[in-house]
């Protein structure tokens, strides 16, 4: 589903959007000639314009216009996936312009799982990804604390019992004896970690390295972001 062309918006509404300032300093900032629309000066923050169109400086430096944001993370380990929380959160790895427009994790990570969150501010996005009935990839590397047989990865593959809930069939790629790929198209609460005990196993590492068929970048360090390139953006919306 492809985002419609943009509309014309309010100047001040356009500059909060983009994350870089509140509305109180956008009006502030045009009062004071500090905004220009198309190279002139712009003092009514009020005025509507197109952001499709109109170039829009402030302080100098150019402002672009997202209608939606969509942001991968390198997780690491000990940070929340989640807003917020009394430890650590994904949102507080993002510069202070960023935690104003609405960022929030699609799905969860465990805390000591390292790995792909998508951070998005599209809500009707983000409940499609998440939702059981359309079956979007999420691709993990894990190693374990025992040997893996090959009898164990055809019974994960086709299902075992985590707690009264039986797991959908899945894909499992083993790597040696101790690691290895899964691919889930769910996503329930400590699922993998459930899955290995389920086989009498325990994971010792996990790291999510897809979502939604898009890899994670391998040149981002942990704890590091970078917003979807336009390629990945249409993967996101063809899935959609």
Request: glycine share 8%; aromatic share 8%; proline share 3%.
């Amino acid at each position: 589903m492809s985002e419609k062309q943009s509309e014309k918006m309010r100047l001040d509404k356009f500059l909060v959007s983009t994350g870089t300032v509140t509305r109180s300093e956008a009006i502030k900032l045009c009062r004071a000639g500090k905004v220009t629309v198309n190279g002139r000066a712009e003092k009514d923050s009020s005025v509507k314009i197109d952001p499709a169109k109109d170039e829009v400086f402030l302080l100098g430096k150019k402002t672009e216009y997202r209608k939606y944001t969509y942001i991968m993370m390198n997780k690491p380990e000990g940070v929340v996936s989640a807003t917020e929380d009394g430890d650590v959160t994904v949102i507080d790895l993002l510069p202070q312009e960023l935690r104003r427009i609405g960022l929030f994790p699609c799905g969860r990570l465990d805390k000591n799982t390292h790995g792909f969150v998508l951070l998005t501010n599209n809500g009707e996005l983000a409940h499609f990804l998440l939702s059981p009935k359309h079956h979007v990839r999420k691709e993990y590397y894990f190693e374990t604390k025992f040997p893996l047989s090959e009898e164990d990865r055809i019974t994960l593959e086709n299902g075992v019992d985590i707690g009264g809930y039986t797991t959908a069939p899945c894909n499992v790629i083993l790597d040696g004896e101790k690691k290895g790929i899964i691919t889930l198209t769910e996503g329930k609460y400590h699922q993998i970690k459930l899955m290995m005990t389920a086989v009498h196993n325990q994971i010792t590492f996990l790291k999510r390295i897809s979502f939604a068929e898009i890899a994670l970048d391998t040149t981002l360090a942990e704890g590091s972001w970078r917003y979807l390139s336009d390629d990945e953006i249409k993967i996101i919306e063809h899935v959609f």
